[in-house]
């Protein structure tokens, strides 16, 4: 039985690092662990073009702890004005690594994203053009829409009509939720791929009403119900480069999670590599980890893989931490599932 595994330090695929105090508070938790990550860009002023996202990759530099490496990697909000001709420059400088496509009102800071996908064709058509890829939160926000279905109904209503008409654009299909959503990546070819998120490879819906309702679980997109969950778990461990690990690690003070309205969003960055591992060890898949922690993002977004390494080690007894970090007057609680979690970084 393996208690310690070695491998190449991680990249985040998909982090939400926030800005000002809250980016200082959380940023020493994925620079601890990952070497890289794509930055989200729903600030509340969202980053549209790349002297934005040049003066936010300033900030998270400027608060990085000093003995790590960590590399930000920047991302264009996507809206219906977005320019073409500027993302083609933006890309030439290598300022943008992605373009993330928020259906306006689908999660936090989203209003100002796409209220039509036909409107940013000619957008997507120069991304694929210069293989800019397109990292998409696949959820729809028709109301008629049953909250557990929003995965599935993006698929058909969205998804599925950009893949045939740019079927050599690249897309990230952002933290996948569903046997539907896997299913369908399955079915792709090797321009479509998705991120995976610890709290995914773990919750169900049943954790978000456990004991009442739990602010603490509650995301977007929403876990859903077991077979979902095999499902993504199936996909994590397969070995197949087309699923790696995104932690969507989206914090929030406690005060915007618990009240009426709670925040969507779960801060999971001190403990996803731990309990990713956890989950891969349970699944007797200790071999593929690496692979997916730290080789298929890096290879699709076109990256060697990181020169350093981490080591991981398996407890006897649950990891015993401080739950949450100050910010501020306030705090954030960390991701905290009824699992306890025994795996834990060493080195």
């Not at 699944?283 to 692979?291: H, P, Q, S």
Request: charged letters at 25%; a negative charge.
């Amino acid at each position: 039985m393996n208690t310690e595994i070695t491998i190449i330090r991680p990249d985040d695929w998909h982090l939400h690092l926030r800005d000002g105090e809250m980016l200082a508070a959380v940023l020493p938790s994925s620079a601890k662990i990952y070497g890289r990550a794509i930055i989200m860009p729903n600030l509340v002023t969202p980053i549209t073009t790349a002297e934005q996202a040049e003066e936010y990759r300033k900030r998270i530099i400027a608060v990085r702890p000093e003995e790590s490496h960590f590399e930000p990697l920047m991302t264009c909000y996507l809206t219906d004005s977005t320019s073409a001709d500027e993302l083609h420059t933006a890309f030439a400088v290598q300022a943008f690594h992605a373009v993330k496509l928020f259906p306006a009102g689908a999660t936090t800071n989203s209003d100002n994203g796409v209220t039509d996908i036909k409107k940013v064709y000619p957008v997507l058509e120069a991304m694929q053009e210069i293989g800019l890829p397109l990292s998409v939160h696949g959820e729809v926000v028709d109301p008629e829409v049953d909250v557990f279905d929003r995965e599935a109904v993006f698929i058909e209503r969205v998804l599925e009509p950009v893949r045939k008409r740019f079927p050599e654009l690249k897309i990230v299909f952002e933290h996948l939720t569903s046997k539907d959503g896997v299913d369908y990546v399955l079915e792709q070819d090797k321009n479509m791929v998705a991120t995976i998120t610890p709290h995914h490879l773990l919750l169900t819906r049943n954790d978000l009403f456990k004991g009442g309702m739990n602010p603490y679980m509650y995301c977007l997109p929403v876990a859903k119900t077991f077979e979902d969950r095999e499902a993504v778990r199936k996909a994590a461990v397969s070995g197949d480069e087309r699923f790696f690990l995104g932690t969507d690690s989206a914090p929030h003070p406690a005060r915007a999670k618990e009240k009426a309205g709670a925040a969507a969003g779960i801060f999971n960055a001190p403990t996803s590599i731990g309990y990713v591992t956890q989950v891969f060890d349970e699944l007797n898949a200790l071999d593929k980890l690496e692979g997916f922690t730290s080789i298929y993002g890096a290879r699709f977004y076109g990256f060697s893989t990181n020169g350093s390494t981490i080591t991981l080690a398996k407890q006897e007894e649950a990891v015993e931490m401080d739950w949450q970090i100050k910010v501020g007057a306030d705090i954030v609680k960390i991701f905290k599932p009824d699992t306890p979690l025994f795996w834990d970084m060493v080195d």
